[in-house]
């Protein structure tokens, strides 16, 4: 009405737009890139310092905002179970209840006690992924979301992600999103949880407002791991000068690499030390009051 030009787009063009610029993005989340592997290797040293952890204790959640696979191959590579919310062989569906499952050993009589494997992780994408694929729902796929290889080579399927928009938010209150988003805050809410944040820059409220809630229980604890903290959210918590808050900066610590190989404890390894720390003291021969060793 003011004489300016007007542009028609039709809900066709819109929706081949869209999925132009998903198939795109997905297109640079395809990783590893040629010469540049030593990010996966730092990935599955990760793993391996994970599965450390006693296997009396929760299984350890990875939370992760990236699109890639690269926890998956990881995986893969290190003979690692991963329970990604999705069950299937050769069609794959999103169903958040195998989160509730875990893996065993059979016992070697039908008397004997059953081991818990220890080779198992629980993998949340909370923005998707681009192995994730938009389906119709249907009574065998409530959720209308299966899983499959990537095919970087134009197929028409869209990968379902979250674009990184201020209008991310109302997308992570639809599904399966939503029920993602409630299993992030109900594991940080956990009595002595402890989140790991590395390589997050603090830039998604809707992520930072379950941290907060968090940050409300006595016994959380707040690890972040980041070369340059610049976020005014960080700069708000080293105000507080709050215990439970730790920060990993610098060139070295700060960085995923530093972290893994100088920070992160491999537990075996701890308790092999431990061990021959005791047998050592143990074959150590004792003294008497004046000081020299016990002949006997």
């Not at 997905?26 to 030593?38: F, K, N, S, T």
């Not at 926890?71 to 209840?97: C, H, K, M, Y």
């Not at 928009?165 to 109900?186: D, I, N, Q």
Request: proline residues 6%.
């Amino acid at each position: 009405m003011d004489g300016s030009p007007s542009i028609d787009v039709t809900s066709g063009d819109l929706d081949l737009c869209i999925e132009h610029t998903t198939r795109a993005l997905a297109h640079v989340c395809h990783l590893p890139l040629d010469g540049r592997e030593h990010g996966l290797s730092r990935i599955r040293t990760l793993l391996r310092k994970l599965l450390t952890r006693p296997l009396n204790l929760k299984r350890v959640n990875i939370f992760t905002l990236n699109y890639d696979t690269l926890v998956e191959q990881a995986s893969d590579t290190e003979g690692i179970v991963l329970l990604d919310g999705f069950v299937g062989n050769q069609r794959r569906i999103f169903r958040p209840e195998r989160y509730e499952q875990d893996l065993y050993f059979p016992a070697e009589t039908t008397e004997g006690q059953v081991h818990r494997f220890d080779r198992v992780l629980h993998l949340y994408k909370l923005h998707g992924s681009i192995t994730w694929v938009a389906d119709s729902p249907t009574i065998d796929n409530p959720y209308g979301v299966t899983a499959a290889a990537f095919d970087a080579g134009g197929s028409r399927s869209r990968p379902l992600l979250i674009y990184p928009t201020p209008a991310k938010y109302g997308e992570t209150l639809g599904m399966p999103y939503s029920e993602l988003f409630r299993r992030f805050a109900g594991a940080l809410v956990r009595p002595q949880s402890v989140l790991f944040t590395i390589g997050y820059g603090f830039g998604d409220e809707h992520v930072n407002a379950i941290i907060r809630q968090a940050l409300a229980v006595p016994s959380f604890t707040l690890v972040v791991v980041d070369p340059r903290p610049q976020s005014d959210f960080v700069s708000r918590l080293r105000e507080q000068r709050d215990q439970r808050i730790w920060i990993s900066e610098g060139p070295t610590l700060g960085t995923l690499s530093g972290f893994v190989d100088r920070v992160l404890p491999d537990l075996r390894e701890e308790e092999i030390l431990r061990k021959v720390e005791a047998t050592h003291r143990a074959l150590e021969p004792t003294r008497t009051a004046e000081g020299t060793p016990d002949a006997n």
